[in-house]
């Protein structure tokens, strides 16, 4: 065969790998240039599309996703450490309501025990109103006792009266003396107390003990004043 003329090799050195065609011939687009009506179309075509694209996230946005995560960083937390102690959490529990029902029971004791103390105080307040006096000493003595601070101060002043009654001053004067010794009762009961000692022993002490024993009561605005 005959070598390629100038000719026949012509059609493929015009810049191209493939021979022109008609359709290079046509309207500029968009990809080939710039200028024009088409060209400017096209440009407003993709900016209207911009609003259609991924836009990066707000403020806003990262603060609630990252709330998000927190709050599902500490719920995971939680869980995992009440999973990890759940045996002992359990034994808490149990010990918990342990204490609280024990605790509930022992109060509803004592006040069970003070209303029957409260009974038996005011058998022994009948007795000695009809003078059978036999067994009311050791009743009170048991009264006296008592957990209940009311019951305790009024079986130790009923016991000092009736050791007054019986001339037991030395008696009277103990009984008195641990009523004003005994913080957990109130002051009056103290206050009170202590005069009923002082008035037992009034002929045994001094003037001086008198006035140094009476000297907190005698205060203005004090209730035995």
Do not use: C
């Amino acid at each position: 065969p005959s070598p390629p003329t100038s000719r026949s090799i012509a059609p493929r050195l015009n810049g191209f790998a493939f021979p022109a065609s008609p359709a290079r011939a046509g309207r500029a687009s968009f990809r080939s240039s710039l200028g024009g009506k088409e060209s400017a179309a096209n440009i407003r075509f993709f900016a209207r599309d911009e609003d259609f694209l991924a836009q990066p996230p707000t403020s806003d946005v990262n603060e609630t996703f990252l709330r998000e995560v927190d709050e599902n960083l500490r719920r995971d937390r939680v869980r995992d450490f009440f999973v990890a102690n759940k045996v002992a959490l359990i034994a808490a529990l149990v010990l918990f309501l342990a204490a609280a029902g024990g605790w509930i029971w022992y109060q509803d004791y004592q006040r069970k025990q003070a209303g029957d103390e409260i009974e038996q105080l005011s058998l022994v307040y009948k007795d000695i109103s009809e003078n059978k006096l036999g067994t009311v000493p050791a009743r009170l003595d048991t009264l006296a006792k008592s957990n209940s601070d009311a019951v305790r101060a009024s079986a130790l002043f009923t016991r000092g009266a009736l050791a007054i009654d019986q001339r037991d001053m030395p008696l009277a004067s103990r009984l008195y003396g641990q009523i004003v010794a005994d913080d957990s009762l109130p002051q009056p009961y103290r206050d009170a107390a202590l005069l009923r000692q002082v008035a037992v022993d009034f002929d045994k002490i001094k003037p001086d003990q008198v006035i140094a024993r009476l000297a907190p009561l005698a205060k203005p605005g004090a209730p035995f004043y």
